[in-house]
């Protein structure tokens, strides 16, 4: 009797998404690194941009991929 492997499900998100993913997560990192080193305004900017495009990528990958 032959056992047939089991099958893999592969999620496909958007590579929009995923972009806006990555993308928010290097801002915020930015954001954070420019903050620690004294330049709060554009650090500030940064972190609440990245923030807003990672959650972006987060809701736009969960509503048309779920």
């Not at 940064?46 to 972006?56: D, M, N, S």
């Not at 990958?61 to 779920?66: G, K, V």
């Amino acid at each position: 009797m032959a056992v047939e492997p089991p099958v893999q499900t592969i999620e496909q998100t958007g590579k929009q998404y995923k972009g806006a993913q990555l993308l928010g997560g290097i801002a915020m990192v930015l954001g954070v690194v420019l903050v620690m080193t004294h330049a709060e305004a554009l650090g500030a900017v940064l972190l609440a941009g990245g923030l807003i495009a990672y959650i972006y990528g987060r809701f736009g990958a969960w509503w048309h991929h779920a």
